[in-house]
Structure formats: C-alpha cells, structure tokens
C-alpha cells in the first residue's frame, strides 16, 4: 500500500489512540495485537506520559511508512471498529470520557476511510488468491491443462519464426484466459483495430495484445495500444503482454495520469504456468497496484520483492 495518512489524519490517530486507552498498558496491549513486528515498541519509554507515546509511536510508524504502512492502516482499521466505550464508564468523569473517545474515533473514521476500503480490498484480494490456489490444487484436471498449456509456450522459445511463434501464443493465451473461466474472446478486428483478444473479470472488459520480439516494447507500441483501449467504454482496460518486457520511457510515458492499460511480461507468465500464482490474483495485483500508485508494470517478481506475492 501506498496511501499516506494526512496530517489531520495523523493528529486524529493520536488523539484516538489516548481518548480510547485510558491507561498505557491497555494502549500497549492493543498496539501489540496490531503491529506486525510488536518488538519495536520496545523501541519507546514506557514510563513517559500516555500522550507522548502515543505521539511517539505513530510518528515512527509514520517516518517509517515504507516498512509500516500496512501496520497504521491495521491501527486506524481496528480503532475505528470500535463501538463500545463502556470500559470508560468506571472512571472518573466516565461520560465525559466516553463521549470524548467516541468523537475521536468518529474524526478518525472520517479521515481515513480510503485506507480502510484499501484494507477491506486486499482481504478480499487476499481470499480471492487463496481461494483461487486450493481451487487449482484440488483440480487435477485443471493443472494437467496448465501444463499442457505451458508445454506448448515452451516449445515456442526455440522457434525461429516470429510470426507463427506469435499466433501460437495468442492461441496459448486464449486457452489460459478460458482455462480461468475469463469469457476471452479471440483476435478480432474492428474498425480497423486489430486486437489479439479480450477477456472479462469482475464486470471489467479487458482488450488483450501480446508481443514476442528481440526487442522492448517501446513508447510508440503502448500509445498505439493504449488509444485502442480509451475509444471503448469506461470500464474497459488493457493488457499488453511483452515476453521480452518494455522499454522505461515507453512504461513512464504511460503510467501518469488516466492510465488505461496493465504491462504484462514473460516472468509473470512463467510464474502463473508454474503455479506461483494464479493468473486471475496476478491481474488483480497488478490492478490495485496501478490504482494507488499510477505505476502500470509491476512484475511478479517485484509482487514477491515487496511482499504484495
């Protein structure tokens, strides 16, 4: 993830955090249910006044973000869960302080609800995957296919000729968009448009084109691609596969702004073909990630590097 909290939103955490937690031990306690690493809370004096390591520890975290993201969005998700404030009650002034956590938590909630949607999609991604390995483990018959399919793509790496290797392939991945129940449909032309293919995933109309070349997709490739994909309608993207992959000022020309097409290269094919990932959790990854960064190439190596496989 790649959200950042706004400042208000850091200044709600923390006000949260002491409003909620009336003494350090509960906060302590909560924290280490949510921090994926808790030892670093040890990182923090204990014996300083409860608002002070409250504010402490959300500023590392958020200084830190590149490491902890994930563990602010885990706090303001859980915090903001909360609806029960009758631990407060015995307390001195209890009403008063119940009534101040709950304005705290509902500040809070205003501020970040893009995180908690992102939290809410990544479980559901991360179901979906998990779902989408037992489904291909339990499936004898559908491994048997993936690796007939892959048997085929293999043979291709051989070959001399460009433009059968590049039928062949379009014919492979026609088979491994219906092995994953995508409703593809095969090359067509329209208008004048010649198009290897599309797909369906989650009411999301993909137009599909692959490339095995020598050399890097260029800019000039992905413009003629992605004008394709923005004349159709608006929930329509593209995917362009490159074995070879793409050249970087090709991919930097197309991942500002509006955006339409995913990038797609031979490693992330290989990775679905040998079961590292299912190609449906593949796409999925590549589409959220496009969405909260504007970055439309990112490999499955690059998923596992940064601990998004």
Same mark, same amino acid.
């Given at each position: 993830?790649?959200?950042?909290?706004? +400042?208000?939103?850091?200044?709600?955490?923390? @006000?949260?955090?002491?409003?909620?937690?009336?003494?350090?031990?509960?906060?302590?306690?909560? =924290?280490?249910?949510?921090?994926?690493?808790?030892? /670093?809370?040890? *990182?923090?004096?204990?014996?300083?006044? *409860?608002?002070?390591?409250?504010?402490? /520890?959300?500023?590392?975290?958020?200084? %830190?973000?590149?490491?902890?993201?994930?563990? =602010?969005?885990?706090?303001?998700?859980?915090?903001?869960?909360?609806?029960?404030?009758?631990? =407060? %009650?015995?307390?001195?002034?209890? +009403?008063?302080?119940?009534?101040?956590?709950?304005?705290?938590? %509902?500040?809070? *909630?205003? =501020? #970040?609800?893009?995180?908690?949607?992102?939290?809410?999609?990544?479980? %559901?991604?991360?179901h979906r995957q998990e779902l989408a390995a037992r489904k291909l483990r339990e499936n004898v018959a559908v491994r048997q296919k993936l690796e007939t399919i892959k048997l085929r793509y293999m043979t291709l790496i051989s070959s001399d000729n460009a433009q059968s290797r590049g039928f062949e392939l379009e014919r492979i991945m026609y088979e491994l968009f219906e092995l994953f129940d995508l409703d593809p449909k095969a090359s067509f032309k329209?208008?004048? @448009?010649?198009?290897?293919?599309?797909?369906?995933?989650?009411?999301?109309?993909?137009?599909?084109?692959?490339?095995?070349?020598?050399?890097? #997709?260029?800019?000039?490739?992905?413009?003629?691609?992605?004008?394709?994909?923005?004349?159709?309608? @608006?929930?329509?993207?593209?995917?362009?596969?490159?074995?070879?992959?793409?050249?970087?000022?090709?991919?930097?020309?197309?991942?500002?702004?509006?955006?339409? /097409?995913?990038?797609?290269?031979?490693?992330?094919?290989?990775?679905?073909? @040998?079961?590292? /990932?299912?190609?449906?959790?593949?796409?999925?990854?590549?589409?959220?990630?496009?969405?909260?960064?504007?970055?439309?190439?990112?490999?499955?190596?690059?998923? #596992?590097?940064?601990?998004?496989?």
């Amino acid at each position: 993830m790649t959200k950042q909290l706004s +400042p208000a939103g850091i200044m709600a955490l923390k @006000e949260a955090l002491c409003s909620v937690y009336w003494y350090k031990s509960e906060l302590r306690g909560f =924290l280490q249910l949510c921090l994926s690493n808790p030892s /670093i809370l040890s *990182k923090f004096n204990w014996e300083n006044y *409860k608002r002070q390591i409250a504010s402490d /520890i959300v500023d590392y975290l958020v200084s %830190n973000s590149k490491t902890h993201l994930g563990d =602010l969005t885990k706090i303001c998700y859980e915090i903001c869960k909360i609806a029960d404030f009758s631990h =407060l %009650n015995p307390l001195d002034d209890g +009403p008063q302080k119940v009534e101040k956590a709950r304005n705290a938590v %509902n500040q809070l *909630k205003q =501020l #970040v609800e893009p995180h908690q949607d992102l939290k809410k999609e990544q479980d %559901n991604i991360k179901h979906r995957q998990e779902l989408a390995a037992r489904k291909l483990r339990e499936n004898v018959a559908v491994r048997q296919k993936l690796e007939t399919i892959k048997l085929r793509y293999m043979t291709l790496i051989s070959s001399d000729n460009a433009q059968s290797r590049g039928f062949e392939l379009e014919r492979i991945m026609y088979e491994l968009f219906e092995l994953f129940d995508l409703d593809p449909k095969a090359s067509f032309k329209n208008l004048g @448009e010649q198009l290897d293919g599309a797909f369906s995933l989650d009411g999301t109309e993909y137009l599909f084109e692959a490339k095995w070349q020598k050399d890097l #997709v260029n800019k000039a490739d992905l413009a003629a691609f992605s004008d394709k994909v923005k004349t159709k309608l @608006e929930n329509t993207l593209g995917i362009f596969l490159s074995i070879n992959g793409f050249s970087s000022d090709g991919v930097a020309a197309h991942q500002a702004g509006g955006a339409s /097409i995913l990038l797609m290269d031979g490693g992330d094919l290989m990775a679905v073909f @040998e079961e590292r /990932i299912d190609f449906t959790s593949l796409l999925l990854r590549k589409k959220r990630y496009a969405a909260q960064t504007g970055n439309i190439y990112l490999s499955y190596y690059q998923m #596992v590097a940064a601990g998004r496989g």
